[in-house]
C-alpha cells in the first residue's frame, strides 16, 4: 500500500490485460510471513522527508478540501496531511496498520481511518456525511470533490487507475507515486512503443504531469526500482471528442486487444469489413494502421464514422 507497497515490476501485457478487464478484479489477499511483520511479497516504506514532504507541496492548499489517502501504511505522509487537510480519509487495507492508525489520530475530529479494499471503495460517497462520522459535515458545506493521493501498489496499478477513473466527478486532482515505467507510459504519446490501453485511457480523463523521480534509497527498504510521482488533473475530453463514455470506452479496448495486430485486425470481429474499409478511408487512416499511431481525436472520430456506417457486430 502507499508508504508500504509491493513492488512488482509492471509488463505491458499485464497492464494491458488489466486495463481490459471490464470488470476490476479484487485485490488477492495478502499472506504474512511468520514474523507477521510484513507480507511476503515485501512493503516498501516511504522514508525520505524530502519526497514526503514534495508529495504533501504537490496538493497545494487543503485546508478546506477532503483529502483521500490511499494505504497510509505506517501514517509517514498521513502526519503531514492531518495538520493541512480539512478532512483526510486514509483507507488502509492491512488489518494490523488500520488499528495502529486508528490510535495514532484518535483524538483528530478531522481524521477518519477505514480499513478496506481500494478496489471496492464508493468515493462519491464519501463526499457526503456517514453514519459515526465526528466531524459535522452539513451539505451546505460539503466540498463537491476531493482530491486523492497515494503510493500506488505496482502490481494493481491498472486496476486502481481504472476505479479512479471511473469515479473521476469524485475528485479535481490526484497526486499519485507510481512504478517509473508505469508513470512514463501514461505520459507517453501517440506513435511510441509505450502508447497503449492505458496510456488512452489516463488521457481521456486527466491532464498528466510530470513532477519528480522519487529514488529506491526513500524507502525502507528500497526497492529494485524508480518510482515518479504524477499529478491527474481531472479534466474527461468525452464531451471535447463527442463520444459516449461507456461505448468508447469499450471500443478503446477493443482497437488495443492485440497490440501487435493492426486496427482493422482488431475491430474485425465487432464491425464488418466494408464498414472499416468506409471508416479508415473517411478519417484518412491507412489500412495498415495499429491502435498506438492514432491521437486519442483520430481515435474519436473513427469511432463516430464507424458508428454512422455500421453498428458493432453482436457478439
Do not use: C, W
Not at 460539503?142 to 479512479?164: E, F, H, K, Q, W
Not at 481521456?204 to 534509497?217: D, H, Q, R, S
Not at 463514455?245 to 469489413?273: C, D, H, M, W
Amino acid at each position: 500500500m502507499a508508504n508500504g507497497k509491493r513492488v512488482n515490476a509492471v509488463s505491458e501485457e499485464e497492464t494491458t490485460t488489466a486495463v481490459e478487464t471490464q470488470n476490476v478484479a479484487t485485490k488477492a489477499p495478502r499472506t504474512r510471513s511468520r514474523s507477521g511483520n510484513r507480507p511476503k511479497l515485501g512493503q516498501n516504506f516511504l522514508v525520505d522527508p524530502v519526497a514526503v514532504q514534495g508529495i504533501v507541496d504537490a496538493l497545494g492548499d487543503i485546508s478546506q478540501k477532503i483529502v483521500i489517502e490511499i494505504g497510509p501504511g505506517k501514517g509517514v505522509l498521513s502526519d503531514k496531511l492531518a495538520v493541512r487537510a480539512g478532512h483526510l480519509i486514509a483507507i488502509e487495507l492491512d488489518r494490523v496498520l488500520a488499528a495502529q492508525l486508528r490510535m495514532r489520530y484518535n483524538r483528530l475530529e478531522n481524521v477518519e481511518i477505514i480499513e478496506g479494499d481500494i478496489l471496492t471503495m464508493d468515493f462519491s460517497s464519501m463526499l457526503g456525511p456517514r453514519p459515526g462520522m465526528l466531524v459535522d459535515r452539513s451539505p451546505h458545506a460539503l466540498p463537491t470533490t476531493a482530491r486523492l493521493v497515494g503510493n500506488i501498489p505496482y502490481y494493481i496499478t491498472s486496476d486502481i487507475l481504472l476505479r479512479l477513473f471511473s469515479f473521476h466527478s469524485s475528485f479535481d486532482e490526484v497526486i499519485l507515486m507510481l512504478q517509473k515505467e508505469v508513470a512514463d507510459r501514461l505520459l507517453a504519446q501517440p506513435g511510441k512503443s509505450e502508447y497503449g490501453l492505458l496510456s488512452a485511457t489516463a488521457q481521456l480523463y486527466a491532464k498528466i504531469e510530470k513532477l519528480f523521480v522519487v529514488p529506491p534509497g526513500a524507502f525502507s527498504p528500497p526497492p529494485k526500482v524508480y518510482s515518479e510521482v504524477l499529478r491527474l488533473t481531472m479534466q474527461p475530453r468525452l464531451a471535447q471528442l463527442r463520444v459516449p463514455e461507456r461505448e468508447f470506452i469499450g471500443f478503446l479496448k477493443l482497437s488495443f486487444a492485440q497490440k501487435r495486430k493492426t486496427l482493422v485486425n482488431n475491430l474485425k470481429s465487432s464491425y464488418p469489413a466494408n464498414a472499416l474499409r468506409a471508416a479508415l478511408k473517411a478519417t484518412g487512416l491507412r489500412s495498415d494502421v495499429r491502435a498506438e499511431a492514432i491521437s486519442l481525436e483520430k481515435a474519436a472520430e473513427l469511432f463516430r464514422e464507424l458508428d454512422q456506417i455500421a453498428k458493432p457486430l453482436a457478439s
